[in-house]
């Protein structure tokens, strides 16, 4: 259900100024067009993806985190080289909680890292034959692996190894696809760019080299931009299988690389990560004539209404198993609101996330009986924007690319009783003695799709809020 209630429209404005106020005039000038105060404009009225203020302390990542650490990284029977340094492989060794099916080391390598562990010669003589030994290696010791992906680092595009040609000469010798992602850290202007190179290293290197053969049916979908975060992807794929759809494809979340190949056999993609993967849901469109639909699982009002929609695409029996799913788990809804909404009513909460959640989260709140007073996203462009318009009400604070500074005075003005954003929020978040829910992975918990996901969301923001440690200190703003 969507709550009726508006934000405090002038409380939101004057944090910003007081915000604005602390910079130069000039950084002043550049960051006033990333903050405003929801009005009813269709685009929030903010700018963004464009680069960061230095000495801002953006809380963005890069493009490699982009291109490993979303979209390829989950793919489990593939192995990812993180060809440079050892640090960024280390840094991104497993932390997006993508759970999988298979045996580790043997047929999923998921949680395992793989680097070439570039040293100074690499970068002085180049490491093409570095690359070529590793991927040797790697058939090798796994050799029931379906692929490999070349994850470049920043220095690989510095000295201009030619990863392309590697990656031909082994396929050839290998009979396997070995793909080549030029995701260098330096490009764009956040981990955004990552997933667009991501798409497009897909679409030339795994869909246009592929010759499928594959026995379709009319009721074949594809799940695209749900990485399995703490069992997303299988919550979401229960509910559409219950309603008489085969789910062919789950990108990329304990998806292997036959379902990427056989994307293009299916009638509809189902994108619920928008931002991350839009780009190949365009191009099969296009190219394959597959159409596509946004979807969104978070919480009963958005799971009905996405269930709906999606059952309109098909014939009158998907439709009435989709009011059937719907019935069956009415109880369950029914028995998680009637626990925790009193809990939790009229409660306050400000996000500051990535890729959808600073808007697809909304209505899952508002369906305990919580207020969303704020809102932005690390790497959004305008057309997330516009689609946040739909779901925030008037007075919401909106903060693009929000450095940690504004962030802490946000916090501090709107006194939520709960933020809901990234690790390096959290622990500063804390300390100011205010409640937090890591929103990136779940805070070790999950999943939060689908109605087993709202119950555990329900209990894990409850959780969060009505934690008796909190009654065990004061918050900055009230130890005087």
Known sequence: MSLDYTNDAELSKKLIEEVLEAYPEKGAKKRKKHLNVADGKSDCGVKSNVKSVPGM??????????SKGVVWGPIKDMVHISHGPVGCGHYSWSQRRNYYIGTTGVNAFGTMQFTTDFQERDIVFGGDKKLEKTIDEINELFPLNNGISVQSECPIGLIGDDIEAVARKK?????KTIVPVRCEGFRGVSQSLGHHIANDAVRDWVLEKADVQWEGTDYDVVIIGDYNIGGDAWAS????????????????GDATLAELERAPKGKLNLIHCYRSMNYICRFMEEKYGVPWMEYNFFGPSQIEASLRNIAKQFDETIQQNAEKVIAKYRPLVDAVTEKYRPRLEGKTVMLYVG??????????????????VGTGYEFAHNDDYQRTGDYVKEGTLIYDDASAFE??????????????????????????????RQMHSWDYSGPYHGYDGFAIFARDMDMAINNPVWGLFQAPWKAA
């Open 57 to 66: 302390m953006t809380v963005r990542g890069c493009a490699y985190a982009g």
């Open 171 to 175: 396929a050839k010798e290998t009979g």
């Open 237 to 252: 794929r229960i509910l559409l299988e219950e309603m008489g759809l085969r789910v062919i494809g789950s990108w990329s």
């Open 407 to 436: 962030l802490e005075k946000f916090i501090e003005g709107l006194r939520p009783d709960l933020v809901g954003s990234g690790v390096k929020e959290k622990y500063p978040t804390q300390k100011l003695g205010v409640p937090f």
């Open 355 to 372: 890729g959808l959640r600073p808007r697809h989260v909304v209505t899952a709140y508002e369906d305990l009986g919580m207020e969303i």
